[in-house]
């Protein structure tokens, strides 16, 4: 799809509006991209570094974009849809990121059917590594999906799924990067611990993690599977699993991703 027939305009030039303007700006064509931001320093970062036009306001945004994205905190969702409800018509495409918030929050303040799509992203967007779950609003047509599928891909990975699955996902795939930062910390310094030089801690557990990673996805093994081919009996990998076993790696995980989807419920509300 040639994207640089759109002109597209972010609400929010944080982390991930930042990473949207990135992709976009690798993507073969280009669209014309504008944003708009309440902070006057990224408003300054968007135009001086990322080359970006910055709107009057998120109205003026809002009535010289085709496809609009909402790339801001769900807790301030409804007064930035407030906002610009009335510049809203039925020929733009209304993206919204914001994790937890439903399109039938989105649709209820427009009173007309603009097209609206849903989307959890997550951080490795920054380096076109992430993964976008999209899910489509009652008003969205095949060609809106498209759209957002081509905007997206340019942050890596893109899948669709029902919204009925999104405070799942976004406990899954949203949260996800944060999850495995911990884990890696924890190994990182359980390394050190051990007596290694944190410099070789941390090329060991990086590459370790990206090459089973790799090795996962590359076989399409089940992670059971890959694990019995390194647990010799009674060698050393099993004395670790057995520890991470009976510390509750596998309660935890339970208990931090359904926290997590609640999460996301109670900010869809
Ligand atoms: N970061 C993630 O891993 C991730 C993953 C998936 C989805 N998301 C979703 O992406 C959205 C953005 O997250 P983020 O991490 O990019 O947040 P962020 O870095 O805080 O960026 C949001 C930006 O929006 C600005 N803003 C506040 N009010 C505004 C308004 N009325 N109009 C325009 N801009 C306004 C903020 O300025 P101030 O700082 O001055 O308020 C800030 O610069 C959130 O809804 C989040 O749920 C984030």
Known sequence: MDLSTYR???????NMGQAIIKGLRAAPQSPTISAWDAAGDCRELLKENLQVTVSQDNRELVLNSDIIILAVKPQIIDAVMAEIASSLTTEKLL????????????????QKPVPTIRIMPNTPALINRGISAIAVGSQALEKHLEIAENIFACLGETVLVPESSMDMVTAVSGSGPAYIFLVIEAMLDAAVGLGLARDLARKLVIETVLGSTEMLKKSGKHPMELKDMVTSPGGTTITGLAELERYGLRHAFNEALKSACKRSQELGK
Do not use: M, N
């Open 8 to 14: 597209i305009g972010i609400i929010g030039g944080g």
């Open 95 to 110: 993206i919204s990121i914001a994790a937890g918030v439903p399109c039938k929050r989105l649709e209820k303040p427009l």
